[in-house]
């Protein structure tokens, strides 16, 4: 997009006719101006992971307009809001919206473009953050049976808001949690809430492949690290094709390659990096073993050393029964059964939501993003932004979300 004028509400404070009329009349007139302006606020001023702070202050202060008493800033650059429920005993639900940005130079010409160069909220957390925002006035209108927490979790996009959200115990009595992310592969009023794999593991490796150096023009006096680096990438690529079930989806990517200073010179080491990619815990046992396993193997049949540096990154994203027929009678009460879409293909991008996943029943949803006539485009481009009637429907849905699970979590307390 090189012109606002290719997106259907760049510079106004209407909503697209693609927002049903159902999920409009939950927000007064005043109410759409003002969200329009927080996230366009948040668009043009995007911070990059744990230096959320004008974002935080910006949206802590937003909450307290809305007459929240319990805001709690945690995890440096995060915020967590008590919303009152009907029943201050019955059991706790939480919502998570995200608010870093990213290390991108902006390219959509959109008004509010972003002031800050190089950074750019290129994945939809500007949008993100403003939903939990829109989410949190519409819990307090229509209350759910418990209180809800609504998080604002900074640090996504490096794989670390969600550990530290957990590890500050805020979420300690919560019984279950909702997420979305904004997607311009479906369309405003089109929500992916489905059982299954829904997003990827993303462990890192890096490797540092150790031989000799020597003169270019006398090889035999080396033992060659860059031709033991180019026969491991060649060997990394079977490790997907030939030791992973074919039936099971996983990525082994080397991103870089570092070695060398000359032309002429051999060099005593060379240093590869790259992701590695999974939907099941098995998979990517699998995988994670298999890249340290033939680095090790590779080097010795060259009469190398390896050595394997493997970074835990988050888990899978596996939509468990419970919590998706919690969401999809939400989206259905929100928007119609028809509004419900399938994912239609493998999600191998990742996402620190599964983190809360791992010790929190919960769920995750896509949120359709593209305006009516729009082309697809990828989060994390240049180009990205989120039509936004995105924002208004995923704040009604993730808090139906929470009144349905709140709902559900008290029958079976009683």
């Known amino acids: 997009m090189k012109s606002a004028s290719t997106s259907p509400n760049a510079g106004a404070t209407e909503l697209s006719s693609n927002v049903p009329a159902a999920v409009r009349s939950l927000y007064p007139d005043d109410t759409v101006v003002q969200l329009l302006s927080l996230r366009r606020d948040l668009h043009r001023n995007p911070e990059l992971s744990w230096k959320e702070n004008r974002t935080v202050e910006l949206l802590s202060a937003t909450v307290a307009s809305l007459g929240v008493a319990d805001i709690r800033r945690v995890a440096n650059t995060g915020l967590v809001v008590r919303v009152p ?97 904004v997607d311009r592969r479906f369309e405003v009023g089109q929500v992916v809430a489905q059982e299954g794999a829904l997003a990827a593991s993303t462990d890192t490796f890096r490797i540092t492949i150790t031989g000799a150096g020597s003169h270019g023009a006398r090889p035999q006096e080396s033992r060659d690290p860059i031709v033991g680096a180019a026969a491991l990438v060649g060997a990394l690529q079977t490790i997907v094709s030939r030791r992973l079930d074919p039936a099971m989806p996983g990525v082994v990517t080397v991103g870089t390659i570092d070695g060398g200073t000359a032309a002429n010179i051999i060099p005593d080491s060379v240093q590869l990096s790259g992701t590695i990619r999974a939907t099941t815990v098995e998979s990517r046992t699998l995988l994670t073993g298999e890249v340290r396993r033939m680095a090790e193997a590779i080097a010795a049949t060259y009469g190398l050393t390896a050595k394997v540096t493997l970074s835990g990154g988050t888990p899978p994203i596996v939509n468990p029964a419970n919590a998706i027929g919690w969401a999809r009678e939400a989206v259905t009460s929100v928007l119609g059964a028809d509004a419900l879409t399938p994912l239609g293909t493998t999600n191998m991008g990742g996402e620190d939501f599964a983190e809360y996943m791992q010790s929190i029943p919960g769920c995750f949803l896509r949120i359709g993003a593209r305006e009516a006539g729009g082309k697809v485009i990828g989060a994390h481009s240049p180009g990205y932004y989120a039509d936004e009637g995105a924002l208004f429907i995923g704040a009604a849905v993730l808090a139906e979300c929470a009144r349905v699970a709140s709902a559900a979590l008290g029958n079976a307390a009683v």
Do not use: Y
């Open 85 to 181: 429920g009907l029943d201050h005993s019955a059991p706790v639900v939480a919502l998570r919206g995200d608010i870093d940005a990213l290390p991108i130079q902006e390219d959509t010409g959109l008004p509010f473009s972003s002031v800050n160069p190089g950074v750019m909220h290129a994945c939809g957390h500007d949008v993100h953050a403003t939903w939990a925002v829109a989410a949190t006035q519409l819990l307090l209108k229509s209350p759910a049976r418990g209180d809800v927490l609504v998080i604002f979790q900074p640090a996504e996009e490096v794989g670390e808001g969600a550990r530290a959200i957990l590890e500050s115990g805020a979420l300690d009595s919560v019984r279950a949690i909702f997420g979305g992310h």
